[in-house]
């Protein structure tokens, strides 16, 4: 391969190609990256003449020592993604399986599980306001006429998070389609040789479906975490972090920072501590991925 | 064959029950936004609407300016998805058939930005459209898409890129196709799969999207659907839930006519991008 | 030459034609509301556009829920609308802070007597030292809502509007029955502002600058209420509202009374599903006086708006214009204009659809009328309040303790909020 010279037609047509991206990136994340950590090292307020002033490293102080509510919506936040995380991914593997079956019909049930991952937003929010509703909604209906306990969900503090968690996992269906075509990417000879070899289902899924899924996985993990830190829509719509600070998590904290005090400064603190949150949980999945993810690379027994 | 029979029982026995609870949240929302407003409150809960208000669907939408809002969300979300999809796939062109000295590192940022949480530029990027007196018209809600894309559908392009034989691009070469025409001409047509994937993932996002809207516009006139359906949620106790169903509904309507019809092309485009690692 | 004379003739045209073709003048005018309230709001902003075909209103209407915010935002950016939505029971903070245009100019300027056109009420509440901020609209009151079929049920005669609260006593024990999730309970609404009011007290001077709430006649209504609750068992306890709330439970008939306000009147005509009416607030038997929480709802400008004689007209319009107040008093909210109000018409005819209740009963109330101090600026005040109530509501706390630490806390808050 001749060495690629700085300025050769193609290097040129490239840049060409990759300038909206490029452009893009300048003008909508480099340079507002830097805005940002600047912003958050001032005191500003968006106040008329005003002008911010710089105040170093106090935000980030204020929020890790001053601030209880920095700490209740990250202990919230943590409790949603460990919560929906693990139950997700669970859920989208059992349901994958289920659909990974050569039956008729099958994929209507296949558009039914991913459909309600397909929409989003204010609408379904205000559907699962309604399913919740601990004395009309069909939740509890159904609870009631199991004869269960039927707890006040999104109108109490204990409850409020689990409702979350729950709706939650209506919309697995994107992930699970992501495992369903994993599934559909392991090899059916693996199989017939475990069950020459006389394999049963649990043995059979235990040595070869889950290290050769592990790679999806890993995705889905990853994904996964990175979106449900993220989350604000359905609490913004359903509980403005309530009731008390039960479901206050962290990006709403942000939100009110930002667009409810107008403490520009302190909500770009909490962005970059997110970010750097995210990163760490990232890279420990990534790290830890070397003990338990197999790539088709390296098949072993 | 006996043993076929029991796996076909037992498969759908497993399935029948999670599909129901799946189906559950949309039933319960049809029969509430049926309701005239004095059944909605009922203990127990009753399924079937006596009688049935179909007019409710009606008087939601009057409720408030619906159709104007779905108007705006249609222009917004055909003109972001035009930028998304075209800028997207002519980036990802580069990446995947051009060579260049820096072309890892400007990889390697591509996908590092994956990783940045949108609130991180999220005040930058207000101030900016402030300071370009852009607020309160939807060109912070289209523009963006235009440079690029999204780092995720970019990704994705190439991916789907790379599995299309170079051959074919030798061939047009050979016939004196600049590379734009071959990017036109040729890889763009053998893409169709992802080109419907990441159309419908857009067209999703666009249309279900909140926070951007709401930071964003301030006259009445310009509001989409996900604000709209605000106006149905009030400080006291009493709303008028069915309206508010039956508003709802039809909102998800669109996606969902979206999702049924293209559902095949849909699906194929995400195996075949190899997402899975 | 020729040529000259042409373009000269042209361009004296072009200016002339320009001047007399006057644009229209755009006002932002920014407003809340439901679904309801912005089609309702929507007509009134018509009719006024019709009349003024030379002003043209951008409406930003917005949901309930995001108004606060966005008028914050506007507030501190500086570019606020030119005629904003207020409500007497923000205590014309904003106004302290410079936020509102004195209106007493352009009151003066057009000979408006306002004493004659609306009850004092309205118009004191919308005045801060020195300036009038804003003019009323439309006024929201309180009335004692009773469900007619469970009184029959009960054997009791209706209330009317000589009632005391011994009265109210002994209905509300005759009207609770049952037992777990389907009880019926004789009172199902009851703020708690009206219980410290109502044997005369009071949460704060009329002045705002101090919290006297610790005092024997507001104690004395904050031990009614929480009597209410555990000692006669008539009310639902805080657990019990939060699972099902007062419109809600008097809605479905598992409530015999509640007082509540006007604006539930639209909603429970849909709702209720047995007959109702209203009638006045029950009197403290001693001095025979009684004391709803009234709002009013009007219309400011905004200090530096660039339009003040139009947002002026608008302003006007909204408060004085009969076609724009007949259309409040059609559609089922009380206008502010006092000749309307008190017609006939208004008291009389019910918008349609809609069942006769006593509406006069809401019309009335004004005459009493008191206002909360919890509004606006004083939310915080508000949140520290019913931190307090809802201990002594809970049973956690008793009146005395609850009274004596919301003095403190709340004159700290005050103290910060008047500086």
């Known amino acids: 391969m001749h060495k690629k010279k700085i300025f050769s037609r193609e290097s040129v047509y490239f840049h060409f190609f990759i300038s909206p991206w490029f452009l893009g990136f300048l003008i909508f994340t480099l340079w507002p990256i830097i805005q940002s950590i600047y912003i958050s090292s001032t005191d500003w307020e968006m106040q008329l003449n005003v002008a911010p002033k710089f105040i170093g490293m106090a935000n980030y102080k204020n929020l890790l020592f001053n601030d209880e509510l920095f700490w209740i919506s990250l202990k919230n936040t943590f409790y949603y993604a460990f919560g929906s995380v693990p139950l997700g991914l669970i859920l989208a593997l059992i349901l994958a399986l289920l659909l990974n079956q050569k039956l008729r019909g099958i994929t209507i049930f296949r558009t039914i599980f991913y459909l309600p991952s397909v929409i989003s937003g204010v609408a379904v929010a205000l559907l699962w306001v309604w399913i919740f509703n601990p004395q009309f909604g069909i939740v509890n209906a159904i609870l009631a006429k199991l004869g269960l306990p039927t707890p006040g969900w999104l109108t109490d503090p204990a409850w409020a998070m689990p409702a979350l968690i729950i709706m939650s996992l209506w919309g697995v269906g994107g992930s699970m389609l992501i495992f369903l075509a994993g599934l559909q990417g392991i090899p059916t000879e693996f199989y017939e040789a475990a069950e020459i070899d006389g394999a049963k289902l649990w043995a059979k899924f235990r040595y070869i479906t889950l290290p050769m899924l592990s790679p999806t996985i890993f995705f889905n993990l990853v994904m996964g975490i990175i979106g449900s830190f993220q989350i604000f829509t359905n609490v913004y719509i359903m509980t403005s972090g309530g009731p008390g600070t039960a479901t206050l998590v962290y990006v709403l904290y942000l939100f009110q920072n930002a667009f409810l005090y107008f403490k520009m400064g302190y909500a770009s603190a909490m962005a970059w501590i997110l970010f750097v949150i995210i990163l760490t949980l990232t890279l420990l999945v990534i790290k830890s991925s070397a003990f338990w993810v197999y790539y088709e690379t390296e098949v072993k027994r | 064959m006996k043993r076929r029979i029991i796996q076909v029982i037992f498969g759908y026995l497993l399935l029948i029950p999670f599909a129901i609870l799946f189906l559950i949240p949309f039933l319960w929302s049809i029969s509430t936004a049926l309701k005239p407003l004095n059944q909605a409150f009922l203990f127990p809960p009753q399924w079937i609407p006596k009688p049935v208000m179909w007019e409710n669907f009606v008087k939601g939408w009057k409720a408030a300016p619906f159709g104007r809002f779905f108007l705006n969300t249609t222009i917004i979300t055909v003109l972001a998805v035009l930028g998304t999809v075209l800028s997207s796939s002519i980036v990802a062109y580069g990446f995947a058939r051009l060579e260049s000295f820096d072309k890892n590192i400007l990889f390697i940022l591509l996908l590092s930005t994956m990783m940045l949480p949108g609130q991180v530029t999220m005040i930058p990027i207000y101030i900016l459209f402030k300071n370009l007196g852009w607020l309160n018209t939807f060109l912070p809600l289209i523009v963006p898409s235009w440079f690029g894309g999204g780092a995720f559908n970019i990704f994705l392009f190439r991916q789907f890129f790379l599995t299309i034989p170079k051959e074919f691009d030798d061939a047009a070469k050979v016939d004196g196709a600049g590379y734009f025409t071959i990017f036109w001409r040729i890889i763009l047509p053998l893409s169709k799969p992802v080109l419907i994937t990441i159309t419908i993932f857009s067209i999703i996002y666009h249309w279900n999207d909140f926070l951007n809207p709401l930071i964003y516009l301030d006259k009445l006139e310009k509001f989409t659907i996900a604000i709209g359906l605000r106006y149905f949620q009030d400080n006291y106790q009493a709303t008028y839930i069915n309206l508010m169903m039956a508003v709802s509904l039809i909102a998800l309507l669109p996606i969902l006519i979206l999702f049924l019809v293209a559902q095949r092309f849909f699906i194929k485009g995400i195996v075949l991008s190899g997402l899975k690692g | 030459m020729k040529k000259f004379l042409v373009v000269l003739c042209l361009g004296v045209m072009f200016l002339v034609s320009s001047v007399l073709y006057a644009a229209p003048v755009e006002i932002r005018y920014i407003y809340w509301g439901n679904t309801e309230e912005l089609q309702f709001r929507e007509e009134m902003i018509k009719i006024f556009e019709q009349k003024h075909p030379d002003i043209k209103v951008i409406r930003e209407g917005n949901p309930p829920a995001e108004y606060d915010r966005k008028l914050t935002a506007q507030l501190t950016a500086g570019n606020a609308a030119d005629v904003i939505n207020m409500c007497n029971d923000w205590w014309g903070q904003r106004g302290r802070q410079g936020a509102f245009a004195d209106l007493t100019p352009f009151v003066k300027k057009d000979k408006l007597d306002l004493m004659k056109l609306f009850w004092s009420f ?48 002994e209905a509300a024990i005759k009207l609770t029955k049952g037992e777990g999730a389907q009880k019926q309970y004789g009172v199902v609404g009851f703020p708690t502002i009206n219980a410290a009011w109502m044997f005369g007290g009071d949460v704060t001077s009329s002045n705002m600058k101090l919290v006297v709430a610790n005092n024997p006649k507001t104690l004395k209504g904050i031990q009614f209420l929480r009597d209410l609750i555990f000692k006669y068992k008539v009310m639902p306890t805080i657990a019990e509202f939060q699972a099902m709330g007062t419109g809600v439970r008097f809605s479905t008939g598992k409530g015999g009374m509640m007082i509540d306000y006007s604006w539930s009147i639209a909603w429970l005509q849909q709702a209720m599903h047995d007959p109702w009416d209203v009638v006045q607030l029950p009197m403290d038997p001693a001095t025979k006086k009684r004391y709803p929480e009234c709002r009013a709802d009007g219309l400011a400008i905004y200090s530096q708006s660039k339009n003040k004689d139009a947002a002026w007209e608008l302003v006007k319009a909204f408060a004085t214009d009969p076609d724009i107040q007949k259309y409040i008093a059609k559609n089922e909210g009380i206008p502010a204009l006092k000749s309307i109000a008190l017609s006939p018409e208004h008291l009389n005819t019910f918008k349609e659809g809609f069942k006769p209740y006593n509406k006069k009963a809401f019309v009335d109330a004004v005459s009493y009328a008191k206002l909360q101090p919890f509004g606006g600026y004083y939310n915080e005040l508000g949140t520290a309040w019913t931190r307090e109530m809802d201990l002594v509501l809970l049973g956690k706390e008793s009146p005395e303790e609850a009274l004596k630490k919301f003095q403190t806390v709340g004159n700290d808050i005050l103290k910060r909020l008047t500086k």
């Open chain 3, 122 to 169: 309205p118009i004191k509440s919308m005045q801060s030292p020195g300036i009038l901020e804003g003019l009323p609209y439309i006024l929201k009151t309180q009335a004692l809502f009773y469900n007619k079929k469970l009184f029959e049920e009960a054997g009791l005669a209706y209330p009317n509007d000589n009632w005391t609260w011994d009265n109210f006593l």
